[in-house]
């Protein structure tokens, strides 16, 4: 009887296993896959938030390859425009999956980029001075929406961009176009950029907590935006080290196309002085999360040395334009000047020809009034060897002329004195 018992036990449990299966060994595998996954995401994540070199390998073979005025700086334009499209990860500020959707400081930074390239494509057909619907296609092309990820997504709108920028730098290398490098359009750039910073320069200094920390900055604390909260510190830190990358790139492309007006107008110090100041500006971060301490507190305040940075650029900046669009208008002058002053110089010389005619052609000038002439058309009172003897000639006529006139008095005394001799004998005939 107990062996039937259990082996209908063992029936039982048999019939109860084969119609309800035991499923509480597959949460292992699943648990495993997204400690996997989420694994992945993480290094992606680092590895996609790593910033691109501030100076890129190739810059040699670029600067080499830029024969014509003008493919520095579009180049410069188009490498910021391939560096949001081709960095790892690609551009991530419209990414709707992760890990793209979880990261924030690279899609600030890439913002940034995005900001200061807008600027320099709106500023092209200024400085090229030229018609050229190739730059008004690509300033077209990077205006669009930052976030948009239907068609056309960003990423669209860049690479036609590029595409563009690309055709109009083969054209100029190529002779088809023309890029001039106008002074006011350079000018026009620099005070936009430094009006940008300022704009970022406020948006960093409107995290510091305390208006005493803003002292040795050069701001209006009244003007100053509401203050930044504490989750988004990190988002405005990025974009302003976007920016200050951006303008690093844009500058050495520029300085190498106008390397010899700079040199000439004297501002190579300033320009230096500027990208040195944007170099330190990308500095390594060693603190995991950006802070918003104080003074010389525990905690340091990122967003405050950045904001101290970008102001300085600012000033620079505002320094370079001005000494652009004074040093390059007057750099074109000399050429005019030295024309006039040729003109100015031909007309001296012929007043003073035609006023040594003027003397040779009035012999009774006195002396006095001949060397008031010749003082007068000589301002200097520097007198030739031709003008000497001239005024030799003058004097010595009148000379003769006085010996002349002393003659005539003379006899008309004698005739004078003989008629009054003669009177006393026609009186005696009477």
Avoid: C
Wanted: charge should be negative; charged fraction near 25%.
């Amino acid at each position: 009887m107990a062996s039937k018992r259990r082996a209908a036990e063992r029936r039982r449990r048999s019939k109860e296993t084969l119609e309800r299966p035991q499923y509480g060994w597959i949460w292992k595998p699943l648990l495993a896959v997204l400690v996997i996954a989420l694994v992945v995401a993480l290094g992606l994540g680092v590895w996609w938030s790593r910033t691109p070199a501030l100076k890129p390998v190739s810059d040699d073979a670029v600067a080499a390859s830029d024969t014509a005025p003008g493919m520095a700086v579009v180049g410069g334009l188009s490498g910021l425009v391939g560096t949001l499209l081709d960095k790892p990860g690609g551009y991530l500020h419209n990414d709707l999956a992760p890990p793209g959707v979880w990261l924030d400081n690279m899609p600030a930074w890439e913002l940034g980029v995005l900001g200061q390239a807008r600027w320099m494509s709106q500023s092209l057909p200024t400085m090229a001075g030229s018609d050229a619907s190739a730059l008004d296609a690509a300033r077209t092309a990077l205006e669009g929406d930052a976030d948009d990820w239907f068609y056309p997504s960003t990423e669209r709108r860049l690479e036609q961009a590029r595409v563009a920028l690309d055709g109009y730098r083969q054209a100029v290398a190529g002779g088809q176009a023309a890029f001039a490098t106008d002074a006011q359009g350079l000018a026009a750039w620099l005070n936009g950029v430094s009006r940008g910073l300022d704009d970022m320069g406020r948006r960093l200094s409107a995290s510091v907590g305390s208006p005493e920390a803003l002292a040795g900055l050069d701001l209006d604390t009244e003007g100053l935006p509401t203050e930044t909260p504490w989750y988004r510190l990190d988002n405005v830190f990025f974009e302003a080290r976007g920016q200050t990358w951006a303008l690093y790139r844009l500058l050495e492309a520029v300085r190498r196309d106008q390397a010899e007006r700079i040199e000439a107008a004297g501002l190579t110090m300033r320009w230096e002085a500027l990208l040195a100041e944007l170099e330190l500006s990308q500095r390594r971060l060693w603190s995991p999360v950006i802070l918003n301490g104080s003074g010389f507190g525990l905690f340091a305040n990122h967003s405050l040395v950045m904001a101290h940075h970008v102001l300085r650029a600012r000033d620079l900046s505002r320094e370079l334009a001005e000494g652009v669009a004074t040093q390059f208008d007057a750099l074109e002058v000399p050429a005019a000047d030295d024309d006039a002053r040729q003109e100015s110089g031909a007309e001296t010389v012929a007043a003073e020809n035609e006023t040594v005619r003027e003397v040779a052609a009035e012999p009774e000038a006195s002396e006095g009034e001949v060397k008031a002439t010749r003082d007068a058309a000589n301002g200097d009172g520097d007198v030739t060897a031709e003008e000497v003897v001239e005024e030799e000639g003058v004097e010595e006529e009148g000379v003769e002329e006085e010996g002349v006139e002393e003659v005539g008095v003379e006899t008309e005394e004698n005739d004078a004195v003989g008629e009054a001799l003669s009177m006393p004998e026609a009186d005696d005939e009477r």
